[in-house]
């Protein structure tokens, strides 16, 4: 059982999948930071400094009432929350992720159709169209 565990994690496949799934983890959490770090404060600002990570709406108050300034007081209070402000966030993070999934997936394609399209050398002709046409040469050469 342990040799064919060994052959199966050897196989290309796998260990391209396990590459795959840690460079994504990396590429996820770079589109995270850059989404909450570069895109959303601007944003923010643009609408009257709204900080969206802290954009939510009371459902039931907690133990200790509201209003609440932060979205991590309002949960550390123990009230109930719709956060769509982080929504709005993780929305954003995946379209990013998305599109750019989108573009990787498109140039591969346009790779693949490029190698398919390449013109490929025309097969030899048939050795009877040889030699038809070595006795049309020499009958011409006769002629």
């Keep these: 059982m342990l040799k064919e565990f060994k052959e199966f994690i050897q196989r290309g496949n796998v260990l391209d999948m396990a590459i795959g799934i840690v460079i994504g983890a990396a590429f996820g959490a770079v589109v995270k930071s850059f989404v909450q770090n570069i895109l959303m ?9 709204t900080d969206f990570q802290n954009l939510f709406i009371v459902l039931k108050e907690g133990a200790t009432p509201g209003p609440y300034p932060t979205l991590k007081a309002a949960m550390e209070a123990g009230a109930t929350v719709l956060a769509w402000g982080a929504w709005v966030n993780e929305l954003v993070n995946f379209i990013i992720i998305a599109f750019a999934i989108f573009l990787v997936v498109k140039a591969v394609n346009n790779m693949r159709r ?13 050795e009877e169209v040889v030699l038809l046409r070595e006795i049309r040469d020499a009958l011409k050469k006769q002629g």
Excluded: H, R, V, W
């Design 41 to 49: 404060p601007p944003i923010g600002l643009l609408l009257g400094g």
């Design 114 to 126: 490029k190698e398919e399209e390449a013109p490929s050398e025309p097969p030899p002709p048939p």
